[in-house]
């Protein structure tokens, strides 16, 4: 490997939401813990990011970002390269980072009583950016059967009326670790065409795939390209969810105009310079860095589901398409979640995202974030097969 993913970076006083923020959110402190919970990795950026970075830092100006054209081209070319689609630069808005540009996409499109789709358990900002824009949540619920998530759109076409008006899609998703289908993908598409339910797709994490092929919602066909919004960012790529950037990729000139409109509205127009500076290098020059951070992760991965198998009887971890978020379903275990909870805290110091926050569906399960080094999910499960020795 090139890049040295196994060197652990201390974090604890640097500003970083995992670790510093433990105190306030869990009531531990970080010394002795190992955070496994909100998703950014422990592993530095890639080179040319901070390369990037520097040469802005020698500069010693950081005024105003301006003239975006080799931004569009990174974005373009890593698309064409990685996703085999091709954008245009005039598609391409730049949002503060996805919960923002879901956030500004709910108000473009929707008015207040109106209703938003989401496939449920799911990320968890969701149904509070649905609910804050005055528009009600049509919880979706998916269909979990021998381990593995499907859509359940026969339940859906009983949920939505007239006046349900988005689907928020997480494709991959998460928690669950899905990559859908290109005919599960086109069946959704459908389903809202004839609804006249405008899609939109947070695809954040499609770039973290193993199992594959992911497919871009807007490339299956012009129509459903032509009622899509595509959120999509480097940030959780490359580990640079701090600069907060992404973007809106629209290629309907009426959608782009309206969710331009509503970003005028809000002053959102111009975004973070850093956030540009970072995303392009990423784009334009992190093939060979992702390539060799997903056989880690990968690794990672593994290793974790065969701990899991043969130290934690009664949980299951379930089969992880994409993203490093392992979902450990904890119902074998008949255990309630507020004990899982404290065995995981208490017992083992390892702090992941509890089930419930991500809606129905979620209750007794954990969200454990494996995109660190290997040592530390060593680590981490030593602890979890120590605090759950009993059910062995
Ligand atoms: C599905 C999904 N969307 C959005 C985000 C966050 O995006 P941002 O930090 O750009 O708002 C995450 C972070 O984990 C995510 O999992």
């Not at 040469?55 to 373009?76: C, K, N, R, T, W």
């Not at 824009?133 to 619920?141: A, I, P, Q, R």
């Not at 008006?165 to 004839?194: I, Q, Y």
């Not at 060799?292 to 398409?321: F, M």
Request: charged share 20%.
């Amino acid at each position: 490997m090139s890049f040295d993913f196994d060197r652990p970076i201390p974090r604890i006083g640097t500003h970083s939401a995992k670790w510093d923020s433990l105190p306030a959110r869990f009531g531990i402190q970080p010394e002795g813990t190992l955070p496994m919970w909100v998703a950014d990795m422990e592993f530095a950026a890639p080179p040319a990011v901070n390369k990037a970075l520097q040469d802005a830092i020698d500069l010693g100006v950081h005024g105003y970002y301006g003239d975006p054209a080799s931004y569009h081209e990174a974005i373009q070319g890593w698309m064409k390269r990685r996703h085999g689609w091709d954008i245009k630069t005039n598609w391409i808005l730049t949002t503060a980072g996805i919960v923002n540009g879901v956030n500004l996409a709910i108000q473009a499109f929707c008015r207040p009583g109106d209703g938003v789709i989401i496939q449920q358990p799911i990320y968890h900002p969701f149904a509070p950016s649905i609910r804050n824009n005055g528009c009600h949540v049509v919880g979706n619920l998916m269909k979990y059967e021998n381990g593995r998530y499907e859509m359940d759109l026969e339940g859906l076409a009983s949920q939505v009326d007239a006046k349900t008006r988005m689907m928020l899609l997480c494709s991959p998703h998460n928690p669950t670790g899905r990559v859908w289908t290109k005919e599960e993908l086109t069946a959704l598409a459908e389903f809202c065409l004839k609804r006249n339910i405008i899609i939109v797709s947070d695809e954040i994490h499609h770039d973290l795939v193993f199992d594959g092929p992911h497919t871009i919602m807007a490339t299956i066909s012009d129509e459903i390209a032509d009622n899509t919004i595509t959120f999509t960012s480097a940030t959780k790529t490359f580990n640079l969810a701090g600069g907060h950037t992404g973007n809106a990729i629209i290629s309907n000139p009426r959608l782009k105009a309206q969710m331009h409109r509503q970003m005028e509205r809000c002053g959102m127009l111009a975004s973070n310079r850093f956030g540009y500076i970072m995303n392009e290098a990423a784009y334009a020059e992190g093939d060979a860095w992702l390539d060799e951070l997903l056989v880690y992760l990968q690794g990672n991965r593994d290793y974790l589901d065969a701990r899991v198998a043969s130290d934690l009887p009664g949980v299951t971890s379930v089969k992880l398409d994409a993203t490093y978020l392992s979902w450990l379903d904890f119902s074998g275990t008949g255990m309630p979640e507020k004990d899982v909870i404290a065995r995981f805290q208490d017992k083992a110091k390892v702090i992941c995202n509890h089930g419930s926050s991500f809606g129905p569906g979620g209750d007794g399960f954990m969200r454990l974030n494996f995109a660190c080094p290997r040592s530390m999910v060593v680590e981490g499960m030593d602890r979890l097969a120590e605090a759950f020795s009993d059910l062995q």
